[in-house]
């Protein structure tokens, strides 16, 4: 195989930091590397890298992935169901987990074969692909190095909008959390692996040259940078990374995404307040200890209402993320969900029916869990004129009371009442297709 063309990243939907940074390692090692979003554009490489982030992807882009002449390798979240990847996409290979070692190595086999097939990575850990109609899996790859990342930037960072930021910026992987719902502690592990500061600034002022503005820090959950430990919280190191972050972005153009409400402290939030853009975005989920058990999110709806009090203390605007419908929710854990809504008077809220996620434990309790049984699949009598299932009833309902118990009433118009049902309505119809997706039978 030649290297005289270019090869290709490509990102479906929008800039993912996964995708900028395997075009920046795969530049790194030597090789030219184009960098690709959407799938407009005619791919022109024998090599493409494919990152996709959400399991809907495997049901989207099955026309283009057929009409790709290039040997296609899928990574990214998704690969936490290698088996699922191989059945609905026609992809050459997938790398499973984190990809950097296992990029290099497949690289260093296009030096040596022409034309290569799926099997002949059979010898490299962290890989799967098709042998005729059986799947070969050949192990997860081991956990990379976090030193010395450095993303290739696309020129036109400065339009990416990913919810307000130009960037997710990664400065640790892995959490110690054990949330039923989460890839994360799946595909980076449960131990935290933190970058060095001088890497995420360096990386940051690349970003900045190149023309991103707002930069979002991600990894999980934030607060857990520098900790070795789970409810060890290392505030030092947490608090130096958003001054040091800060001093280059300003404190407008800085967002700290998600946090968890038992790991916060008077010092974490006052950094928060004087170096960001003053939000913090807590995972709540659930108004009832029943269901946040069930979650294993490892926290109670008094942590809640106490981290909320501390936040607002130090003058910080306060988000919260809630999932409903999250199997064995009953109708008063889902209620207790929305008496915790309206007495938290958020700033802002976001309410999701929960995502089955292949290789999650919620992804194997969904399978294991009947249509028939599945409220999702349940007609709503309530809204029986939108169609609706009980789970996308609750998505609605929560979603309305978020709108007037915040902490500045918005007036429930027509057209805001239109866009909740038009939102509820697509997020029930993506996991419904998530749901059969994964509940298709596989050969393995
Ligand atoms: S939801 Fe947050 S705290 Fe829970 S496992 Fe995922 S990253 Fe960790």
Redesign the pocket.
């Known amino acids: 195989m030649s290297y005289k063309k270019p090869i290709t990243v490509l990102t479906p939907e929008f800039y993912s930091y996964g995708a900028l940074l395997i075009a920046g390692l795969i530049q790194k090692y030597g090789y030219d590397v184009k960098l690709q979003k959407g799938f407009d554009e005619k791919i022109e490489s024998d090599i493409v890298f494919i990152s996709l982030q959400s399991t809907i992807h495997l049901l989207n882009y099955i026309e283009e992935l057929k009409n790709m002449d290039a040997f296609t390798i899928v990574g990214g979240p998704v690969t936490l169901s290698p088996e699922l990847i191989l059945e609905f996409l026609p992809v050459d290979l997938v790398v499973i987990g984190e990809g950097e070692n296992t990029i290099y190595n497949i690289l260093r086999v296009f030096e040596n074969i022409t034309n290569p097939t799926g099997t002949d990575f059979k010898d490299m850990s962290g890989v799967a692909f098709k042998n005729g109609t059986n799947t070969i899996i050949t192990g997860k790859g081991s956990p990379a190095s976090l030193d010395g990342h450095l993303s290739m930037v696309p020129n036109n960072i400065s339009s990416e909008n990913i919810r307000g930021a130009n960037v997710y910026l990664e400065t640790h992987r892995g ?5 039923g ?2 890839g ?2 799946c595909f980076f592990g449960r131990k935290v692996r933190s970058r060095p500061l001088k890497d995420i600034l360096k990386e940051v002022e690349h970003f900045l040259r190149n023309g991103a503005q707002r930069i979002a820090i991600s990894g ?2 934030g607060s857990l940078y520098g900790s070795s430990k789970f409810k060890n919280v290392d505030d030092e190191a947490f608090v130096e990374l958003l001054r040091e972050i800060s001093n280059l972005t300003g404190p407008k153009n800085l967002t700290i995404p ?1 946090i ?1 409400v038992d790991l916060i402290s008077d010092d974490i939030l006052e950094a928060i307040n004087k170096y960001t853009n003053g939000w913090v975005f807590f ?1 709540i989920e659930s108004g009832s200890d029943r269901v946040l058990k069930h979650m294993q ?1 490892g926290i109670t709806v008094d942590q809640i209402r106490e981290a909320v009090d501390m936040a607002r203390k130090h003058n910080i605007k306060t988000a919260g993320s809630f999932i409903v419908a999250y199997p064995g929710e009953e109708e008063e854990d889902f209620q207790a969900t929305i008496d915790l809504a309206d007495d938290l008077m958020l700033d802002d809220y976001f309410i999701s029916i929960a995502e089955p996620i292949p290789g999650t434990d919620l992804g194997d309790e969904i399978l294991n869990l009947s249509f028939e049984d599945n409220i999702l699949f349940q007609k709503s009598q309530k809204y029986a004129k939108h169609d609706f299932s009980i789970a996308e009833e609750r998505a609605l309902d929560l979603m309305m009371e978020s709108y007037i118990f915040r902490s500045y009433p918005v007036p429930m118009t027509q057209a805001l009442l239109k866009n909740l049902i038009d939102e509820v309505k697509s997020q029930g119809n993506h996991i419904k297709r998530v749901t059969e997706l994964i509940k298709t039978p596989i050969k393995r």
Do not use: E, M
Not at 175 to 179: A, S, T
């Open positions: 959490c110690p959390g054990n949330c719902f989460c994360v502690p999980g959950t998600d968890r995972g999110k």
